[in-house]
């Protein structure tokens, strides 16, 4: 684990990199982060996330400053900018289920070559894709999923890069800290080591690659 | 009485002690409004939270407690917070007592459509595929018709939502129960009849001789 100048961390995006990014309608985003691709304006990307935000939030933000080739997140609802571009032909914009979406990323943290999920089943997410039988029941196979780069948010990092997260803010962010061969964590506050007991590590120091404050 | 508050009461009859709950967008979220105070349910918010509360008063807003739409909710006392994988471990996982969602369209076999309609709206389905797939207990909370008719039909005409039919629909005319896969009348809405209830269903109902009208109060 690094601590960088966000400049530095984002420089390491490469463009048209596989992005992950961390967060619930915008809480729980890395916002400097976000704020700084759009400043150095690496393009292409193919970003996965839960949603796209609103306009001026998170995910929004890179999706109005036209980085954003393809994503694969599971609502856009609240984005017009997304659903406008997507119409357009401008934005790859691709649906998956929420819990799909997660277990996903998540068999790509852990390893796995994919997921057996009953969801999806009978509907358009089934499509082109194989089923199973287990016990008389029928799955869905959902390949897994891995990103070149994960932008996350903590509540606190300590020193070396253990992290928290702070009540709803916490959901992607974790399993995405698994899922990326570079993973850049943004803390809103960063404090001594010791201070985050071992027990409340929700991302070992070891998952972390770069780290950036929000205070800087 | 406005027909959404008739739906939502009707529903918040449904809630028993200690249940895990999930109420979507919409009229469902009113649900909450109508739980009655002897019963005790968990609100689950898929974003991350269990015991999910009302919203905060003015200035105690706190950036992080959301609810699945962004918005700020508080957390009551037991409250538990979560990751994304660990909250739809709970909705596939059939940890979930209930969950209740609004619909755009529901069929006679009760399966329900209410994610997208192609060209016109495409919002994501969000978790509503996992929750109708995953829930112990699935309650649609609709309007019987919308401006083009009954949205009560014989055949879905837009994308399922899942192949798992629901186990009750509620609107502001009729409860409706699946069993067997009919669509079947339980109960009529206040002062509504069953001509009234048929005249506005698409759908082929089974109507048993006794249908009794809906009652709001909480028991």
């Known amino acids: 684990m690094q601590v960088v100048a966000l400049e530095e961390a984002v420089a390491k995006i490469p463009e048209g990199a596989r992005l992950l990014v961390g967060g619930f309608m915008g809480v729980g985003t890395p916002e400097g982060i976000v704020d700084e691709i759009v400043r150095q304006r690496k393009g292409g990307l193919t970003v996965i996330a839960n949603d796209t935000a609103m306009p001026g939030v998170g995910v929004g933000k890179l999706i ?27 934005l790859e914009v691709k649906l998956v289920p929420q819990g799909t979406l997660v277990e996903r990323l998540r068999a790509g943290g852990f390893g796995l070559g994919g997921i057996l999920t009953p969801t999806g089943i009978g ?14 029941r029928t799955f869905l196979v959902e390949a897994a999923m891995r990103g070149d780069v994960a932008i996350v948010q903590a509540f606190l990092s300590d020193y070396m890069g253990n992290l928290t997260y702070a009540l709803t803010a916490r959901n992607f962010n974790p399993i995405m800290a698994m899922a990326a061969d570079t993973v850049i964590a943004e803390a809103e506050h960063v404090v001594p080591v010791g201070v985050i007991a071992p027990d409340h590590v929700a ?9 950036v404050s929000h205070d800087r | 009485m406005d027909a959404e508050v008739i739906i939502a009461k009707r529903i918040a009859r449904e809630l028993s002690n200690g249940m895990l709950v999930n109420l979507g967008i919409g009229i469902p979220t009113l649900v909450a409004n109508y739980v009655p105070k002897t019963v005790h349910v968990y609100f689950q918010s898929e974003n991350g939270l269990i015991g999910t509360g009302p919203v905060p008063e003015a200035g105690m807003a706190q950036a992080r407690l959301t609810d699945a739409g962004g918005k700020p909710v508080t957390a009551l006392p037991g409250a538990a917070t979560f990751d994304s994988a660990m909250s739809f471990g709970l909705i596939r996982g059939g940890h979930l007592d209930l ?15 209410n994610w997208m309609i192609p060209g016109k709206m495409v919002p994501g389905m969000g978790g509503a595929m996992d929750l109708v797939t995953g829930a112990k207990r699935v309650i649609v909370a609709m309007r019987h018709t919308a401006k083009n008719g009954s949205k009560v039909v014989r ?54 001789d006794k249908v009794p009208a809906m009652d709001l109060e909480a028991a």
């Open chain 2, 99 to 113: 969950t209740v969602l609004g619909g755009l369209q529901v069929d006679e076999g009760g399966h329900l459509a």
């Open chain 2, 155 to 208: 055949q879905l005409s837009l994308p399922p939502t899942s192949v798992r039919p629901i186990d009750l629909l509620v609107t502001e005319l009729a409860v409706i129960a699946f069993p067997g896969g009919r669509a079947t009348l339980r109960e009529t809405g206040p002062g509504v009849t069953v001509e009234t209830v048929l005249k506005n269903t698409e759908a082929t109902l089974v109507v048993p």
């Open chain 1, 203 to 211: 991302t070992p120091a070891t998952l972390v690659d770069y780290l």
């Open chain 1, 123 to 136: 509907t358009v997410v089934q499509k082109d894709k194989p089923t199973v039988e287990l016990d008389g």
């Open chain 1, 64 to 90: 109005a400053a036209n980085l954003v080739r393809k994503v694969v997140t599971s609502h856009i609802g609240l984005n017009p900018e997304t659903q406008k571009k997507m119409l357009a032909g401008e």
